[in-house]
């Protein structure tokens, strides 16, 4: 078996008030996997997904995520590292509004230098998978949420990320629009993207994870796998 491509080791994160956010939390997951960290609010999701992402330091522990130590690296090559390795979707999409969808969509390859040719014909050919090619030249406001977050992902994937987080990514939608992404990412997953994602979305978690985690006050208060999605 492959080495996994995030390794939690003994991490606790401790804010300077309250009890730790997470506590001795030891994690591996797969390439390949649909992992969602499910647990109340105030449980420590977040926490764990900004030091997946390298946004936040453990106070103790090591984070690895596809052979780097994420919990070592400087504040530039963190940033290089989301760039380069992870692709983020959040609850409100965070798209830039006076962008079209396709120069939002090619953000990521312009920030790390890639020819614009290249990169635009890698945003035609996501677009076009994602089923939102007509709106290649529209600015995001004129969108739907539910293509708004299509773009989201697009603009995730552009730079071919080993790993996919999402944050809440059905939390600002609609029941349709939510089946829609739900829909989308078990679709990316079933093509080999491993994902990572928070939510509070049972129905989300039941359909596209292969795996849930549950936390409660910091620790993994239930594991479980499924054979079948
Ligand atoms: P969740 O995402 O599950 O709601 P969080 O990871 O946001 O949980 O928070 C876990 C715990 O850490 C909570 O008790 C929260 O109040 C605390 N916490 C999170 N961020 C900070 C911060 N920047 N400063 C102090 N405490 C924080």
Redesign the pocket.
Known sequence: MTAPIIEIRDVS?A????????ADLNLDVQEGDALAVL????????????LIAGLDKPSRGSVTVAGLRVDELTETASAEYRRARIGMVFQFFNLLDDLTVEDNVLLPAQLSGIPRGKAQLRAAELLDRLGIARHTRAFPGRLSGGERQRVAVARALMNRPALLLADEPTGALDSVAAADVRALLIELNADGQTILL?THDVALARSCATRTLE?VD?KVFRDERRAVR
């Not at 804010?15 to 997470?22: E, H, I, K, N, Q």
């Not at 647990?39 to 900004?50: F, R, Y």
């Open positions: 994160k804010y300077d008030v309250g009890r730790p956010a997470l647990g109340p609010s105030g449980s420590g999701k977040s926490t764990l997904l900004n928070v936390l910091g």
